[in-house]
Structures are given as structure tokens and as C-alpha cells.
């Protein structure tokens, strides 16, 4: 079998999105042992990378196109939807196959025997504004052009502001052969969106979120003892993920591009101060999106903000991860705190899969669904109708419960996870 895999990629700075490429190969190659595996996205140029889990090295290709101003450029993703249309307008099939051929990213599609969309798991939205909507459904066209078996992978689907996003939506929906959501509610909402017409049986389906089976790797150099050593440090350690994006964007006036009640910044500075206040508790900030300092949306600068913020007050007690690690370390690192409290999705579920009880600051509706599908729904604090003070008793009563949440997911983990390594098998 030979898939081409869309919305994944191991280029990304979000360890979110190489934690969805990493787990859906993983999914791909457990119930189809020689998969072969294409990344199909945006980029220079192409390249053939040696991607490494805990079970095998899998060579993956990495078909870059460009999305530019420049319509001109040889691998501009325009020039490829022309040459697919192009091809059905041709009405004797060798010269369909000729013309597929001669470009290097249809041809990868020509060969594929199924095209699976993931689209960085919550893109399926204009939430994000129109242009990124755009860049993730344009090669689901081109695959639906080619008469390709389209599936989409476990995602959130929605919130859509605009009509014309909502019509691109409806139609992607209806034409694709199978439509996976990671939450109960998504099955309803692309219900709502494909109307009767697309209600096909079978064809919508739940499945829990890939990386919930992502592997956890310890990484060769990670030395900080507050995680890695809990004989000198026998306090609770409690992880602390802070989103650049919001913190950035989250705050007064701001705030209005996410609807948050509260300040972003006065609600993590909160709800650190009162783990911090709490007796025998330790802290460490964990990013999970990295990039440049000009990277308004990295997770770093925040981090080290509110470290520079605290440390003074909370010598001892308050720690920085401070490295930049992989999707599979991240994970491992996660795995070592007795309580998380995280702004990103995927830093959530890198804890939660490790039965780390949770608590997700949520700032859109895709944080309650996947909690739900769990049976963690009780674990979110909706930053669109939580103040800092709610937020602060919400996490405080999480902390409380901790040991009662962790036995529940020890309980709910292994037929999760092996869900979601049946995926492709079920395909």
C-alpha cells in the first residue's frame, strides 16, 4: 500500500503537527507492515528524510510544493491543480496517465492508493482565517480531480465564520470516501454541514486523535533533575504548557481574536502562583511550539517571560525546559509530571495518553471534544467563558482529584490506543 499523507509534515516548529505525522505513519504501517509513505505539503523543495520511532527507521518522501504570489514557479500549487484538471479534460486514459506523470507531486498522487488528509488536526476551519483553509483543502481538490480515494483522518471539523468556507467544507465532506472525526460532537457537525445528501452510511466515523499512540523516546541529553529524578526531588511536579500564540494574541484588547473573557497573561500568572502556593509543588514550563524569537506564536519567549516573572518570588520551586526537543522527547518529558495543565492540544494529549491527569485551557471548542471522547470533558477550562479566578478553582479542584483522574485513565488507555493503531485496518 502507498499512501500520501496531507496536512502532515515533520517540518513544522509545532510538535503538534510532528506529532500527528509521526503517529498517523505509525498507524499506517502497524495493520500495513511496507507501507510506503508520502508527505505531500508546502515547502522549497523535495526530499526523501529517514523518519525514526521506537519501532523502525521508515524513509519517507517529502513532496514540497509552493504557495506563493509567484504562480510561475515550477512546483506552484496551481500549476499543479491546472495539470490535474487538464488531465480529466483528456478523454483517452494513456495520455491522462502522460500528463500525471510528467509532474513529479501529481504523479506522487497518481501512484498513491489513497490520499489521507489530516490538515494539522484542527485546520478544517476558517478559524485560522481564509488563506490557511485555502492552502489545506486546495490538494483535496487536486486528489478528488484525480479520482482518488480521499480520507480524512481524525480531526476537529469547524468552527466555520464565513459561507464560502462552509460550502468548500460541505463539498470536501460529501465527496470524500471516508470522513474520520477525534470528537462525538464532529460526527454531528459535519452531519450539519453535509445536510442530507452526504449522510452516506458508514461513511462518517469516530476515532480518537493518532497521537494518542505517539511513542514517548527519552532524549539523550535532557539533564533537568525536577522531571527526570523524582529521588531528589520527591515533590509534585506539575507541568505548566503556556501557548505563544495566546499569550501573544490573548491579551488585552487583543483577546477579541479567540473571544477570551480574560486576560491570557493574567490567567496563567494565576493559576502559576497558585500551584506554586500550593505546599511541596514544583513547577516546569514546558513549551511545545519552538521557532525564531520574530515567531510571535513560539512557545519559548512566553515561557521565559513568566520564568523571569516568578523565579524571584518562587526560588527552588519554578524551572524552565529551556532545549528544543522532538515530538517523541517532548512526550517523554511530559510523561514525568504528576499533573499538566497545557494550552496546546497536542501537549495535552502527549499527557493524557501517559495517564497524566490534565486539565486543558481551552480557547476553542476542538480542547472539549477530544477531552469528551475520553471521558475527561470534566478537565477544561473554557478560556471563552472562564475568568482567572474560575480558572484558578477550576485547576485547583483538578489538582485535588488528581489521584482518582489518573486511575481513570490508566483504565482507558489501552483500548484507546489500540483504536487508533486499528485505524488503517479499518480502512
Known amino acids: 500500500m502507498r499512501f500520501c499523507f496531507l496536512g502532515a509534515t ?14 498517523a505513519i505509525r498507524c499506517a504501517r502497524h495493520c500495513f507492515h511496507d507501507a510506503e509513505i508520502v508527505l505531500l505539503n508546502y515547502g522549497l523543495s523535495n526530499t526523501t528524510i529517514y523518519y525514526q520511532n521506537a519501532h523502525e527507521i521508515v524513509p519517507i518522501k517529502c513532496a514540497n510544493m509552493r504557495l506563493s504570489k509567484n504562480i510561475f514557479v515550477r512546483n506552484h500549487i496551481v500549476s499543479v491543480l491546472i495539470r490535474a484538471i487538464l488531465s480529466r479534460l ?18 506522487q498522487l497518481l501512484h498513491s492508493d489513497a490520499v489521507c488528509s489530516i490538515a494539522g488536526g484542527d485546520s478544517f476551519s476558517d478559524i485560522y482565517g481564509m488563506q490557511r483553509f485555502v492552502s ?3 490538494p483535496q481538490f487536486i486528489a478528488l480531480i484525480m479520482g482518488k480515494p480521499l480520507v480524512l483522518l481524525p480531526q476537529t471539523y469547524g468552527p466555520f465564520k464565513g459561507i464560502l468556507a462552509r460550502c468548500i467544507a460541505r463539498f ?9 472525526s477525534r470528537d462525538h460532537s464532529g460526527i454531528a457537525e459535519a452531519k450539519r454541514i453535509v445536510g442530507k445528501k452526504g449522510t452516506a452510511k458508514g461513511r462518517l466515523r469516530f476515532c480518537y486523535d493518532v497521537a494518542f499512540v505517539l511513542d514517548a523516546i527519552k532524549p539523550q541529553n535532557f539533564s533537568s533533575p525536577i522531571v527526570s529524578n523524582s529521588d531528589v526531588h520527591p515533590s509534585v511536579r506539575v507541568g505548566l504548557n503556556i501557548s505563544g500564540l495566546l499569550y501573544n494574541e490573548g491579551c488585552a484588547p487583543e483577546r477579541t481574536r479567540f473571544d477570551l473573557r480574560d486576560d491570557y497573561r493574567l490567567v496563567i500568572e494565576k493559576v502559576s502562583r497558585k500551584l506554586l502556593e500550593t505546599p511541596g509543588v514544583t513547577v516546569t514550563l514546558v513549551p511545545h511550539v519552538f521557532g525564531e524569537k520574530q515567531n510571535h506564536q513560539a512557545d519559548p519567549p512566553a515561557c521565559l517571560a513568566l520564568y523571569r516573572l516568578l523565579s524571584p518570588n518562587y526560588p527552588g520551586r519554578i524551572f524552565i525546559i529551556a532545549d528544543i526537543y522532538n515530538q517523541h522527547e517532548l512526550k517523554y518529558i511530559i510523561g514525568q509530571f504528576d499533573f499538566f495543565v497545557g494550552s496546546r492540544m497536542h501537549a495535552c ?7 497524566v491527569p490534565t486539565v486543558g485551557l481551552a480557547y476553542s471548542k476542538k480542547f472539549a471534544g477530544v477531552f469528551e471522547s475520553i471521558g475527561m470533558d470534566t478537565m477544561v477550562s473554557d478560556l471563552r467563558t472562564n475568568d482567572a479566578t474560575d480558572t484558578v478553582r477550576f485547576v485547583d479542584d483538578a489538582f485535588a482529584r488528581r489521584e482518582e483522574i489518573k486511575k481513570v485513565l490508566n483504565d482507558a488507555m489501552p483500548d484507546i490506543k489500540k483504536t487508533v493503531l486499528e485505524l488503517f485496518c479499518d480502512l
Open 349 to 355: 494529549i502527549a499527557a493524557l495518553s501517559q495517564s
Open 10 to 23: 515533520f517540518s513544522s516548529y509545532n510538535m503538534g503537527c510532528s506529532a500527528l505525522a509521526a503517529s
Open 90 to 107: 483528456v478523454p483517452y486514459s494513456p495520455w491522462q496517465k502522460a500528463i500525471l506523470s510528467g509532474n513529479y507531486y501529481t504523479n
Open 136 to 138: 489545506i483543502v486546495l
Open 172 to 180: 470536501l465532506l460529501r465527496h470524500a470516501t471516508i470522513a474520520y
